[in-house]
Protein backbone atom coordinates (compact mmCIF):
# COMPACT_ATOMS: atom_id res chain seq x y z
CA UNK A 1 0.00 0.00 0.00
CA UNK A 2 1.56 3.23 -1.08
CA UNK A 3 -0.38 6.97 0.26
CA UNK A 4 1.61 9.62 -1.17
CA UNK A 5 -0.58 12.31 0.61
CA UNK A 6 -3.65 11.99 2.75
CA UNK A 7 -5.36 14.05 -0.49
CA UNK A 8 -3.87 11.41 -3.15
CA UNK A 9 -6.48 8.64 -0.73
CA UNK A 10 -9.50 9.42 -3.11
CA UNK A 11 -10.02 10.71 -6.93
CA UNK A 12 -10.12 14.61 -7.45
CA UNK A 13 -12.99 14.95 -9.21
CA UNK A 14 -13.84 18.28 -7.47
CA UNK A 15 -15.16 21.06 -10.24
CA UNK A 16 -13.50 18.86 -13.13
CA UNK A 17 -16.31 17.76 -15.90
CA UNK A 18 -14.84 14.89 -17.85
CA UNK A 19 -15.39 15.10 -21.62
CA UNK A 20 -19.10 13.40 -23.24
CA UNK A 21 -18.63 9.67 -24.08
CA UNK A 22 -20.10 9.54 -27.75
CA UNK A 23 -20.80 6.25 -29.86
CA UNK A 24 -20.44 7.22 -33.34
CA UNK A 25 -21.51 4.19 -36.11
CA UNK A 26 -19.94 4.37 -39.43
CA UNK A 27 -21.23 1.33 -40.75
CA UNK A 28 -24.24 2.47 -43.48
CA UNK A 29 -27.37 1.06 -43.13
CA UNK A 30 -27.49 1.23 -39.52
CA UNK A 31 -30.55 1.15 -37.61
CA UNK A 32 -31.71 4.22 -35.60
CA UNK A 33 -31.02 2.98 -31.59
CA UNK A 34 -34.09 4.24 -29.26
CA UNK A 35 -33.89 6.31 -26.70
CA UNK A 36 -35.33 5.28 -23.22
CA UNK A 37 -37.05 7.35 -20.65
CA UNK A 38 -35.81 9.67 -18.72
CA UNK A 39 -35.38 9.69 -14.90
CA UNK A 40 -33.32 11.91 -12.23
CA UNK A 41 -32.97 9.97 -9.01
CA UNK A 42 -30.93 10.51 -5.95
CA UNK A 43 -28.63 7.72 -4.15
CA UNK A 44 -26.44 7.46 -0.84
CA UNK A 45 -23.57 5.15 -0.61
CA UNK A 46 -25.14 4.36 3.01
CA UNK A 47 -28.25 5.15 4.57
CA UNK A 48 -25.88 4.97 7.94
CA UNK A 49 -22.81 6.42 9.09
CA UNK A 50 -20.84 6.64 11.98
CA UNK A 51 -20.28 10.50 13.47
CA UNK A 52 -17.51 11.64 12.19
CA UNK A 53 -17.48 9.69 9.30
CA UNK A 54 -17.53 10.65 4.72
CA UNK A 55 -19.86 9.44 2.38
CA UNK A 56 -20.74 9.90 -1.05
CA UNK A 57 -23.91 11.18 -2.56
CA UNK A 58 -24.97 11.49 -6.24
CA UNK A 59 -27.71 12.74 -8.22
CA UNK A 60 -28.24 11.00 -11.62
CA UNK A 61 -29.97 12.57 -14.52
CA UNK A 62 -30.46 9.58 -17.30
CA UNK A 63 -31.19 10.31 -20.72
CA UNK A 64 -31.43 13.88 -20.82
CA UNK A 65 -29.26 16.69 -21.19
CA UNK A 66 -29.58 18.90 -18.14
CA UNK A 67 -28.95 22.44 -17.35
CA UNK A 68 -29.51 24.45 -14.36
CA UNK A 69 -28.92 21.87 -11.63
CA UNK A 70 -29.84 23.32 -8.35
CA UNK A 71 -28.27 21.01 -5.05
CA UNK A 72 -30.37 20.09 -2.34
CA UNK A 73 -30.40 21.67 1.28
CA UNK A 74 -27.53 19.80 2.93
CA UNK A 75 -28.78 20.89 6.70
CA UNK A 76 -26.60 18.51 9.30
CA UNK A 77 -23.64 17.85 6.62
CA UNK A 78 -20.75 19.28 5.93
CA UNK A 79 -19.60 19.52 2.39
CA UNK A 80 -15.93 17.87 2.08
CA UNK A 81 -15.92 17.48 -1.93
CA UNK A 82 -17.66 18.56 -4.89
CA UNK A 83 -19.92 19.06 -6.42
CA UNK A 84 -17.66 16.96 -9.54
CA UNK A 85 -20.17 16.13 -12.29
CA UNK A 86 -19.44 13.33 -15.03
CA UNK A 87 -21.12 12.71 -18.45
CA UNK A 88 -21.28 8.98 -20.21
CA UNK A 89 -23.43 7.47 -23.21
CA UNK A 90 -23.71 3.93 -23.64
CA UNK A 91 -25.78 1.77 -26.29
CA UNK A 92 -27.32 -2.25 -25.09
CA UNK A 93 -29.88 -3.68 -27.16
CA UNK A 94 -30.34 -1.25 -29.62
CA UNK A 95 -30.72 0.99 -26.89
CA UNK A 96 -28.78 4.59 -25.89
CA UNK A 97 -28.58 5.40 -22.41
CA UNK A 98 -26.65 8.53 -21.41
CA UNK A 99 -26.22 9.07 -17.61
CA UNK A 100 -24.97 12.87 -16.08
CA UNK A 101 -24.29 12.84 -12.66
CA UNK A 102 -23.60 15.01 -9.85
CA UNK A 103 -21.47 13.88 -6.38
CA UNK A 104 -21.20 15.14 -3.63
CA UNK A 105 -18.74 14.32 -0.58
CA UNK A 106 -20.41 14.50 2.81
CA UNK A 107 -18.67 14.80 6.54
CA UNK A 108 -21.46 13.56 9.66
CA UNK A 109 -20.44 15.43 12.02
CA UNK A 110 -22.90 14.54 14.61
CA UNK A 111 -25.34 12.20 15.66
CA UNK A 112 -29.01 12.33 14.99
CA UNK A 113 -31.33 11.54 11.78
CA UNK A 114 -31.38 14.19 8.85
CA UNK A 115 -32.88 14.28 5.93
CA UNK A 116 -31.24 15.37 2.25
CA UNK A 117 -33.55 17.31 0.51
CA UNK A 118 -34.59 17.23 -3.42
CA UNK A 119 -31.90 18.31 -6.34
CA UNK A 120 -33.47 19.83 -9.49
CA UNK A 121 -32.50 19.90 -12.98
CA UNK A 122 -34.42 20.96 -16.26
CA UNK A 123 -34.12 19.02 -18.90
CA UNK A 124 -36.25 18.99 -22.28
CA UNK A 125 -37.81 22.22 -21.28
CA UNK A 126 -38.87 20.43 -17.86
CA UNK A 127 -37.74 21.21 -14.33
CA UNK A 128 -36.92 17.21 -12.72
CA UNK A 129 -36.54 16.82 -8.98
CA UNK A 130 -35.39 14.19 -6.97
CA UNK A 131 -36.56 12.47 -3.58
CA UNK A 132 -35.27 13.22 -0.27
CA UNK A 133 -33.17 11.27 1.13
CA UNK A 134 -33.04 10.29 5.17
CA UNK A 135 -29.28 9.32 6.93
CA UNK A 136 -28.84 7.88 10.41
CA UNK A 137 -25.64 9.09 11.92
CA UNK A 138 -24.64 6.69 15.24
CA UNK A 139 -22.06 7.57 17.22
CA UNK A 140 -18.95 5.41 17.47
CA UNK A 141 -19.14 2.73 20.48
CA UNK A 142 -16.77 1.18 22.00
CA UNK A 143 -17.93 -2.39 21.79
CA UNK A 144 -17.76 -2.18 17.92
CA UNK A 145 -13.74 -0.53 17.94
CA UNK A 146 -13.75 3.18 18.73
CA UNK A 147 -11.95 4.86 16.19
CA UNK A 148 -9.51 7.12 18.84
CA UNK A 149 -5.53 6.94 19.01
CA UNK A 150 -4.08 3.93 21.57
CA UNK A 151 -2.59 5.40 24.74
CA UNK A 152 0.70 6.88 24.43
CA UNK A 153 0.69 6.37 20.50
CA UNK A 154 0.82 9.47 18.00
CA UNK A 155 -2.27 10.64 17.53
CA UNK A 156 -1.33 12.06 13.70
CA UNK A 157 -1.02 8.49 12.34
CA UNK A 158 -2.85 5.23 14.28
CA UNK A 159 -4.68 1.82 13.48
CA UNK A 160 -7.91 0.64 15.22
CA UNK A 161 -9.60 -2.21 15.33
CA UNK A 162 -13.16 -2.73 15.19
CA UNK A 163 -16.51 -5.24 14.65
CA UNK A 164 -19.37 -4.56 12.47
CA UNK A 165 -21.30 -6.05 15.74
CA UNK A 166 -21.78 -5.50 19.02
CA UNK A 167 -23.39 -8.51 19.65
CA UNK A 168 -24.00 -11.40 17.89
CA UNK A 169 -25.20 -15.38 17.94
CA UNK A 170 -23.04 -18.83 17.83
CA UNK A 171 -22.74 -19.49 14.21
CA UNK A 172 -23.52 -15.69 12.98
CA UNK A 173 -20.60 -14.20 10.97
CA UNK A 174 -19.08 -11.54 12.38
CA UNK A 175 -16.72 -8.78 10.49
CA UNK A 176 -13.30 -7.73 12.42
CA UNK A 177 -11.24 -4.79 10.54
CA UNK A 178 -8.03 -2.98 11.23
CA UNK A 179 -8.12 0.34 10.10
CA UNK A 180 -5.33 3.00 9.11
CA UNK A 181 -5.80 6.59 10.49
CA UNK A 182 -3.44 9.10 8.94
CA UNK A 183 -2.64 12.61 8.90
CA UNK A 184 0.89 11.61 7.43
CA UNK A 185 2.32 10.69 3.95
CA UNK A 186 2.35 6.46 4.29
CA UNK A 187 4.65 4.77 2.01
CA UNK A 188 3.52 1.40 2.75
CA UNK A 189 1.92 -1.14 5.85
CA UNK A 190 2.43 -4.34 6.46
CA UNK A 191 0.52 -6.85 8.51
CA UNK A 192 2.51 -8.35 11.23
CA UNK A 193 0.60 -9.65 14.21
CA UNK A 194 -3.02 -10.87 14.27
CA UNK A 195 -4.98 -12.02 17.31
CA UNK A 196 -5.20 -15.80 17.75
CA UNK A 197 -8.94 -15.87 17.47
CA UNK A 198 -9.66 -18.55 20.23
CA UNK A 199 -13.16 -19.82 20.54
CA UNK A 200 -14.15 -18.73 16.41
CA UNK A 201 -13.66 -20.28 13.02
CA UNK A 202 -11.98 -17.38 11.13
CA UNK A 203 -11.24 -16.87 7.87
CA UNK A 204 -9.29 -14.51 6.20
CA UNK A 205 -10.96 -12.28 3.50
CA UNK A 206 -10.01 -11.64 0.39
CA UNK A 207 -11.99 -8.85 -1.20
CA UNK A 208 -12.94 -5.78 0.94
CA UNK A 209 -13.40 -1.88 0.32
CA UNK A 210 -10.30 -0.80 0.15
CA UNK A 211 -11.21 3.33 -0.56
CA UNK A 212 -9.92 5.86 0.82
CA UNK A 213 -12.06 7.85 2.46
CA UNK A 214 -11.97 10.98 5.45
CA UNK A 215 -13.05 10.81 8.94
CA UNK A 216 -12.73 13.54 12.12
CA UNK A 217 -11.77 12.24 15.53
CA UNK A 218 -11.72 14.49 18.08
CA UNK A 219 -11.97 17.49 15.61
CA UNK A 220 -8.69 16.12 13.55
CA UNK A 221 -9.39 14.95 9.84
CA UNK A 222 -7.56 11.81 9.05
CA UNK A 223 -7.21 9.60 6.12
CA UNK A 224 -9.13 6.50 6.44
CA UNK A 225 -8.46 2.97 4.73
CA UNK A 226 -8.95 -0.27 5.41
CA UNK A 227 -5.67 -2.65 5.91
CA UNK A 228 -7.53 -6.31 6.65
CA UNK A 229 -10.69 -7.93 7.27
CA UNK A 230 -11.57 -11.33 8.92
CA UNK A 231 -14.83 -12.96 9.22
CA UNK A 232 -15.35 -14.41 12.62
CA UNK A 233 -18.12 -17.22 13.23
CA UNK A 234 -18.17 -17.36 17.45
CA UNK A 235 -18.93 -21.24 18.68
CA UNK A 236 -20.49 -20.41 22.15
CA UNK A 237 -22.22 -17.75 23.70
CA UNK A 238 -20.13 -16.36 26.37
CA UNK A 239 -18.29 -12.75 25.95
CA UNK A 240 -14.94 -13.30 24.07
CA UNK A 241 -12.26 -10.28 24.26
CA UNK A 242 -10.64 -10.34 20.61
CA UNK A 243 -6.78 -9.06 20.91
CA UNK A 244 -4.24 -6.85 19.30
CA UNK A 245 -2.92 -6.53 15.95
CA UNK A 246 -0.05 -4.98 15.27
CA UNK A 247 1.61 -3.10 11.90
CA UNK A 248 4.63 -1.56 10.21
CA UNK A 249 4.22 1.48 8.56
CA UNK A 250 6.27 3.45 6.28
CA UNK A 251 6.31 7.22 7.22
CA UNK A 252 7.09 9.41 4.40
CA UNK A 253 9.55 11.82 5.96
CA UNK A 254 9.18 15.80 4.68
CA UNK A 255 11.80 18.57 4.38
CA UNK A 256 15.71 19.31 5.22
CA UNK A 257 17.94 16.44 5.96
CA UNK A 258 15.18 13.68 6.57
CA UNK A 259 14.23 13.36 3.20
CA UNK A 260 17.48 11.88 2.31
CA UNK A 261 17.24 9.03 4.72
CA UNK A 262 13.96 7.77 3.08
CA UNK A 263 10.74 6.63 4.68
CA UNK A 264 10.87 6.18 8.86
CA UNK A 265 9.28 3.26 9.80
CA UNK A 266 6.73 2.63 13.14
CA UNK A 267 5.07 0.32 14.68
CA UNK A 268 1.39 0.85 15.25
CA UNK A 269 -0.37 -1.36 17.41
CA UNK A 270 -4.68 -1.87 18.09
CA UNK A 271 -7.10 -1.57 20.93
CA UNK A 272 -8.58 -5.25 21.85
CA UNK A 273 -11.87 -5.08 20.88
CA UNK A 274 -15.29 -7.27 23.12
CA UNK A 275 -17.83 -9.16 21.35
CA UNK A 276 -21.07 -10.31 23.68
CA UNK A 277 -22.73 -13.71 21.88
CA UNK A 278 -25.86 -14.22 23.29
CA UNK A 279 -27.71 -17.39 23.57
CA UNK A 280 -30.36 -18.89 20.89
CA UNK A 281 -33.93 -17.91 22.11
CA UNK A 282 -36.25 -20.59 23.38
CA UNK A 283 -37.55 -22.61 22.74
CA UNK A 284 -35.52 -24.17 19.83
CA UNK A 285 -37.59 -26.13 16.80
CA UNK A 286 -37.12 -29.60 16.57
CA UNK A 287 -36.33 -29.02 12.41
CA UNK A 288 -33.74 -26.54 13.40
CA UNK A 289 -30.64 -26.65 11.02
CA UNK A 290 -27.94 -25.35 13.07
CA UNK A 291 -27.90 -22.86 10.62
CA UNK A 292 -27.73 -18.81 11.60
CA UNK A 293 -27.48 -15.82 9.21
CA UNK A 294 -29.69 -15.23 6.04
CA UNK A 295 -30.07 -17.94 3.91
CA UNK A 296 -31.72 -19.50 0.47
CA UNK A 297 -32.95 -22.52 0.07
CA UNK A 298 -34.37 -24.66 -3.00
CA UNK A 299 -35.38 -27.80 -4.29
CA UNK A 300 -35.87 -29.67 -7.51
CA UNK A 301 -36.30 -32.79 -8.98
CA UNK A 302 -35.16 -34.83 -12.21
CA UNK A 303 -38.57 -36.35 -13.38
CA UNK A 304 -42.06 -35.97 -12.37
CA UNK A 305 -43.14 -39.37 -13.65
CA UNK A 306 -41.65 -43.10 -13.13
CA UNK A 307 -41.89 -46.66 -12.51
CA UNK A 308 -41.20 -48.77 -9.28
CA UNK A 309 -38.53 -50.12 -11.06
CA UNK A 310 -36.85 -46.11 -10.98
CA UNK A 311 -35.17 -43.96 -8.62
CA UNK A 312 -35.96 -40.62 -8.01
CA UNK A 313 -32.85 -37.49 -7.90
CA UNK A 314 -34.26 -34.79 -5.67
CA UNK A 315 -31.35 -31.82 -5.08
CA UNK A 316 -31.13 -29.44 -2.72
CA UNK A 317 -29.41 -26.17 -2.78
CA UNK A 318 -28.79 -24.19 0.67
CA UNK A 319 -27.00 -20.81 0.32
CA UNK A 320 -26.16 -18.61 3.47
CA UNK A 321 -23.32 -16.52 5.36
CA UNK A 322 -23.20 -18.26 8.61
CA UNK A 323 -20.84 -20.71 9.57
CA UNK A 324 -21.17 -23.88 7.23
CA UNK A 325 -19.91 -26.27 9.84
CA UNK A 326 -22.92 -25.82 11.83
CA UNK A 327 -25.44 -26.53 9.59
CA UNK A 328 -26.85 -30.03 9.33
CA UNK A 329 -28.78 -31.39 6.13
CA UNK A 330 -32.58 -31.25 6.07
CA UNK A 331 -34.03 -34.95 6.48
CA UNK A 332 -36.64 -36.35 3.65
CA UNK A 333 -39.09 -38.40 5.76
CA UNK A 334 -39.33 -42.14 4.19
CA UNK A 335 -42.26 -44.08 4.39
CA UNK A 336 -43.63 -47.58 3.73
CA UNK A 337 -44.18 -46.50 -0.13
CA UNK A 338 -40.98 -44.16 -0.27
CA UNK A 339 -37.63 -45.05 0.82
CA UNK A 340 -35.37 -42.09 1.20
CA UNK A 341 -31.49 -42.95 1.33
CA UNK A 342 -28.80 -40.12 2.82
CA UNK A 343 -28.05 -37.65 0.93
CA UNK A 344 -24.82 -37.09 -1.14
CA UNK A 345 -23.07 -33.91 -1.25
CA UNK A 346 -22.50 -33.26 -4.74
CA UNK A 347 -20.37 -29.24 -5.10
CA UNK A 348 -19.47 -26.95 -1.89
CA UNK A 349 -17.97 -23.92 -1.85
CA UNK A 350 -17.17 -20.69 -0.17
CA UNK A 351 -17.26 -17.46 -1.72
CA UNK A 352 -16.65 -13.46 -0.93
CA UNK A 353 -19.16 -11.13 -1.98
CA UNK A 354 -17.47 -7.81 -0.85
CA UNK A 355 -19.15 -7.90 2.19
CA UNK A 356 -19.03 -11.28 3.66
CA UNK A 357 -18.17 -14.69 3.27
CA UNK A 358 -20.93 -17.07 1.50
CA UNK A 359 -20.94 -20.88 1.22
CA UNK A 360 -23.24 -22.88 -0.64
CA UNK A 361 -23.98 -26.67 -0.84
CA UNK A 362 -25.75 -28.61 -3.03
CA UNK A 363 -27.14 -32.08 -1.87
CA UNK A 364 -28.56 -34.95 -3.75
CA UNK A 365 -31.33 -37.51 -2.88
CA UNK A 366 -32.32 -40.76 -4.03
CA UNK A 367 -35.94 -41.52 -3.79
CA UNK A 368 -36.90 -45.38 -4.38
CA UNK A 369 -40.73 -45.95 -4.72
CA UNK A 370 -41.99 -49.18 -3.24
CA UNK A 371 -45.82 -48.60 -4.78
CA UNK A 372 -47.89 -47.05 -7.40
CA UNK A 373 -49.69 -43.87 -7.35
CA UNK A 374 -49.53 -40.20 -7.11
CA UNK A 375 -46.72 -38.69 -3.90
CA UNK A 376 -45.22 -35.45 -3.23
CA UNK A 377 -42.70 -34.05 -0.98
CA UNK A 378 -42.28 -30.68 0.41
CA UNK A 379 -39.19 -30.33 2.68
CA UNK A 380 -38.17 -27.44 4.96
CA UNK A 381 -34.83 -25.71 6.19
CA UNK A 382 -35.22 -23.86 9.49
CA UNK A 383 -32.48 -21.26 10.42
CA UNK A 384 -32.29 -18.78 12.93
CA UNK A 385 -32.21 -14.97 11.56
CA UNK A 386 -30.19 -12.66 13.59
CA UNK A 387 -31.61 -9.21 12.07
CA UNK A 388 -35.16 -10.11 13.03
CA UNK A 389 -34.22 -12.63 16.20
CA UNK A 390 -36.58 -15.11 14.94
CA UNK A 391 -36.25 -19.05 13.56
CA UNK A 392 -37.35 -18.99 9.90
CA UNK A 393 -38.78 -22.33 8.37
CA UNK A 394 -38.52 -21.86 4.48
CA UNK A 395 -40.63 -24.73 3.05
CA UNK A 396 -39.59 -25.28 -0.69
CA UNK A 397 -41.86 -25.34 -3.32
CA UNK A 398 -43.70 -28.72 -3.44
CA UNK A 399 -42.32 -31.66 -6.11
CA UNK A 400 -44.88 -33.86 -7.48
CA UNK A 401 -44.46 -37.02 -9.19
CA UNK A 402 -47.04 -40.40 -10.38
CA UNK A 403 -45.42 -43.72 -9.50
CA UNK A 404 -46.45 -46.75 -11.71
CA UNK A 405 -45.86 -50.41 -11.92
CA UNK A 406 -42.44 -51.45 -13.51
CA UNK A 407 -41.73 -54.78 -14.77
CA UNK A 408 -40.38 -55.78 -11.51
CA UNK A 409 -43.44 -54.60 -9.19
CA UNK A 410 -44.91 -57.43 -7.06
CA UNK A 411 -48.15 -56.10 -5.62
CA UNK A 412 -49.06 -57.14 -1.66
CA UNK A 413 -50.58 -60.31 -1.22
CA UNK A 414 -53.96 -59.87 -0.15
CA UNK A 415 -55.22 -63.61 0.06
CA UNK A 416 -55.49 -65.00 3.67
CA UNK A 417 -52.83 -67.52 5.02
CA UNK A 418 -53.61 -70.81 3.74
CA UNK A 419 -52.05 -72.66 6.93
CA UNK A 420 -55.07 -73.82 9.28
CA UNK A 421 -54.35 -73.57 12.51
CA UNK A 422 -54.75 -77.09 14.55
CA UNK A 423 -58.24 -76.96 16.64
CA UNK A 424 -58.55 -76.64 20.12
CA UNK A 425 -58.88 -79.93 22.34
CA UNK A 426 -61.74 -79.97 24.43
CA UNK A 427 -61.55 -79.49 28.34
CA UNK A 428 -64.24 -82.18 28.34
CA UNK A 429 -61.58 -84.67 26.74
CA UNK A 430 -58.30 -83.41 28.12
CA UNK A 431 -57.68 -84.08 31.87
CA UNK A 432 -57.07 -81.12 34.20
CA UNK A 433 -53.19 -80.26 33.78
CA UNK A 434 -52.26 -79.62 37.46
CA UNK A 435 -53.10 -83.38 38.23
CA UNK A 436 -49.79 -84.33 35.76
CA UNK A 437 -46.74 -85.59 38.50
CA UNK A 438 -44.53 -84.58 35.41
CA UNK A 439 -45.20 -81.20 35.58
CA UNK A 440 -44.67 -81.31 39.29
CA UNK A 441 -41.32 -82.87 38.89
CA UNK A 442 -40.52 -80.79 35.94
CA UNK A 443 -40.93 -77.47 38.10
CA UNK A 444 -39.18 -79.11 40.98
CA UNK A 445 -36.00 -79.64 38.72
CA UNK A 446 -35.69 -76.20 37.53
CA UNK A 447 -36.35 -74.31 40.99
CA UNK A 448 -32.99 -77.03 42.08
CA UNK A 449 -31.23 -75.28 39.17
CA UNK A 450 -32.34 -71.38 39.53
CA UNK A 451 -31.01 -72.35 42.52
CA UNK A 452 -27.49 -73.33 41.77
CA UNK A 453 -27.08 -70.61 39.14
CA UNK A 454 -28.07 -68.06 41.51
CA UNK A 455 -25.16 -69.32 44.32
CA UNK A 456 -22.28 -69.86 41.45
CA UNK A 457 -23.52 -65.99 39.98
CA UNK A 458 -22.48 -64.87 43.39
CA UNK A 459 -19.62 -66.42 44.02
CA UNK A 460 -18.11 -65.50 40.65
CA UNK A 461 -18.94 -62.14 40.77
CA UNK A 462 -17.03 -61.85 44.46
CA UNK A 463 -14.05 -63.39 42.42
CA UNK A 464 -14.76 -60.36 39.33
CA UNK A 465 -15.18 -57.45 41.66
CA UNK A 466 -11.28 -58.28 43.58
CA UNK A 467 -9.66 -58.94 40.32
CA UNK A 468 -11.12 -55.72 39.26
CA UNK A 469 -10.08 -53.92 42.05
CA UNK A 470 -6.53 -55.22 41.84
CA UNK A 471 -6.04 -54.36 37.90
CA UNK A 472 -8.13 -50.77 37.87
CA UNK A 473 -6.32 -49.41 40.66
CA UNK A 474 -5.09 -46.68 39.89
CA UNK A 475 -6.92 -46.17 36.38
CA UNK A 476 -6.07 -43.61 34.30
CA UNK A 477 -8.53 -42.02 31.77
CA UNK A 478 -7.89 -43.31 28.05
CA UNK A 479 -9.23 -40.73 25.80
CA UNK A 480 -6.92 -37.77 27.77
CA UNK A 481 -4.00 -40.19 27.46
CA UNK A 482 -4.97 -41.19 23.80
CA UNK A 483 -5.90 -37.42 22.74
CA UNK A 484 -1.96 -36.32 23.81
CA UNK A 485 -0.19 -39.37 21.93
CA UNK A 486 -2.28 -39.52 19.05
CA UNK A 487 -1.78 -35.98 18.39
CA UNK A 488 1.61 -34.76 19.44
CA UNK A 489 2.97 -34.67 16.32
CA UNK A 490 0.36 -32.03 14.78
CA UNK A 491 1.66 -28.57 15.56
CA UNK A 492 5.22 -29.52 14.23
CA UNK A 493 3.47 -30.57 10.94
CA UNK A 494 1.58 -27.35 10.84
CA UNK A 495 4.59 -25.23 11.34
CA UNK A 496 6.15 -26.91 8.36
CA UNK A 497 3.56 -26.26 6.34
CA UNK A 498 3.04 -29.13 4.04
CA UNK A 499 -0.45 -30.10 3.49
CA UNK A 500 -0.23 -33.23 2.17
CA UNK A 501 2.07 -34.86 5.00
CA UNK A 502 -0.37 -32.72 7.79
CA UNK A 503 -3.53 -33.91 6.21
CA UNK A 504 -2.34 -37.62 6.05
CA UNK A 505 -1.10 -37.48 9.67
CA UNK A 506 -4.14 -36.04 10.61
CA UNK A 507 -6.54 -38.69 9.23
CA UNK A 508 -4.03 -41.56 10.49
CA UNK A 509 -4.29 -40.12 13.91
CA UNK A 510 -7.92 -39.20 14.27
CA UNK A 511 -8.65 -42.65 12.74
CA UNK A 512 -6.94 -44.13 15.44
CA UNK A 513 -8.32 -42.21 18.14
CA UNK A 514 -11.74 -43.10 17.18
CA UNK A 515 -11.14 -46.35 16.82
CA UNK A 516 -9.22 -47.34 20.68
CA UNK A 517 -12.16 -44.57 22.24
CA UNK A 518 -15.44 -46.02 20.28
CA UNK A 519 -14.04 -49.53 19.73
CA UNK A 520 -14.00 -49.59 16.40
CA UNK A 521 -12.32 -52.46 14.72
CA UNK A 522 -9.74 -51.33 12.51
CA UNK A 523 -11.20 -53.07 9.65
CA UNK A 524 -14.50 -51.55 10.45
CA UNK A 525 -13.53 -48.06 10.10
CA UNK A 526 -15.57 -45.65 7.27
CA UNK A 527 -17.55 -42.78 7.86
CA UNK A 528 -21.28 -44.83 8.34
CA UNK A 529 -19.60 -47.23 11.17
CA UNK A 530 -18.09 -43.68 13.29
CA UNK A 531 -21.39 -41.74 12.64
CA UNK A 532 -22.94 -44.94 14.08
CA UNK A 533 -20.69 -44.96 17.41
CA UNK A 534 -21.06 -42.00 17.90
CA UNK A 535 -25.18 -42.15 17.95
CA UNK A 536 -24.86 -44.55 20.33
CA UNK A 537 -22.45 -42.63 22.76
CA UNK A 538 -25.28 -39.49 22.42
CA UNK A 539 -22.47 -37.27 20.84
CA UNK A 540 -24.22 -34.25 20.08
CA UNK A 541 -25.11 -33.70 16.13
CA UNK A 542 -22.73 -30.64 15.99
CA UNK A 543 -19.84 -33.03 17.50
CA UNK A 544 -20.83 -35.68 14.79
CA UNK A 545 -20.69 -33.28 11.89
CA UNK A 546 -17.25 -31.53 13.06
CA UNK A 547 -15.88 -34.70 13.19
CA UNK A 548 -17.17 -36.40 9.87
CA UNK A 549 -16.11 -32.49 8.10
CA UNK A 550 -12.32 -32.78 9.67
CA UNK A 551 -12.27 -36.16 7.82
CA UNK A 552 -13.33 -35.35 4.63
CA UNK A 553 -11.19 -32.35 4.84
CA UNK A 554 -8.22 -34.66 5.07
CA UNK A 555 -9.48 -36.68 1.98
CA UNK A 556 -9.75 -34.12 -0.18
CA UNK A 557 -6.45 -33.14 0.36
CA UNK A 558 -5.07 -36.72 0.37
CA UNK A 559 -6.69 -38.40 -2.43
CA UNK A 560 -8.46 -35.83 -4.35
CA UNK A 561 -5.51 -33.54 -5.08
CA UNK A 562 -7.38 -30.44 -3.33
CA UNK A 563 -5.35 -27.36 -2.11
CA UNK A 564 -6.09 -27.02 1.71
CA UNK A 565 -3.04 -25.25 2.93
CA UNK A 566 -4.93 -22.17 3.65
CA UNK A 567 -7.24 -23.86 6.23
CA UNK A 568 -4.46 -26.06 8.33
CA UNK A 569 -4.66 -23.80 10.97
CA UNK A 570 -8.53 -23.69 11.18
CA UNK A 571 -8.79 -27.76 10.70
CA UNK A 572 -6.21 -28.52 13.31
CA UNK A 573 -8.19 -25.74 15.90
CA UNK A 574 -11.24 -27.25 15.05
CA UNK A 575 -9.94 -31.15 16.07
CA UNK A 576 -8.69 -29.71 19.08
CA UNK A 577 -12.16 -28.15 20.18
CA UNK A 578 -14.37 -31.30 18.89
CA UNK A 579 -12.11 -34.17 20.34
CA UNK A 580 -12.45 -31.97 23.91
CA UNK A 581 -15.93 -32.23 23.83
CA UNK A 582 -15.61 -35.93 22.76
CA UNK A 583 -13.10 -36.36 25.56
CA UNK A 584 -15.81 -34.67 28.09
CA UNK A 585 -18.64 -36.95 26.77
CA UNK A 586 -16.36 -40.14 26.88
CA UNK A 587 -15.27 -39.24 30.48
CA UNK A 588 -19.03 -39.08 31.78
CA UNK A 589 -19.87 -42.43 30.07
CA UNK A 590 -16.74 -43.59 32.08
CA UNK A 591 -17.72 -42.98 35.16
CA UNK A 592 -21.36 -44.08 34.64
CA UNK A 593 -19.98 -47.42 33.88
CA UNK A 594 -19.38 -49.99 36.54
CA UNK A 595 -16.18 -52.33 37.03
Excluded at 216 to 225: I, P, Q
Excluded at 265 to 271: G, K, M, S
Excluded at 484 to 498: I, T, W
Aim: proline share 6%; glycine share 6%; charged share 20%.
Amino acid sequence: MTLRSPISFSLLRAGIALPVLVAVFLLQRAPLVAQAAVSFEATAETREIVEGGTFEVSFSLKNAQGSRFVMPDLKGFKIVGGPSEMRGMSIVNGQSMSHQTWTFDLEAPRTGTFTIGAASVTANGKTLTTKPLTIQVVPSRAGKGAAVPPPGSDDQIFIASELDHETAYPGQQVTWRIKLYTQLSVEGADLIELPDFEGFFSKEKRRFDTRVRYQTVRGKKYAVKTLHEEALFPQEAKEYNIGIAKVRAAVEASGGLSMLLGAKPVLLQTQPVRLRVKPLPAPVPASFSGAVGQYEYTVSSDKGALTTDDALTVTMLIQGNGDANRVTVPVLASSDSLEVFEPKVKAEESYENMEQVVHSKTLEYVVLPKEPGTYSIQPAFAFFDPDSNRFIIKTAQKIEFVVTAGKNYQPKSTEPDSLSLPAPVSQSISQKWYDSPLLWWGLSGLFVLILLFLIFRKKRSGQVHVLKEQQIQPMVFPAQKTFRDRFASMPELLRNGEPKQFYDALLKSLQSYLSENLQIPPAQMNVETVRQRLREYQASPLVTENILTIWEVCEQSIYAGKDQASIMEGTWKRTEMVLKELDGLLRRNSAGRKF
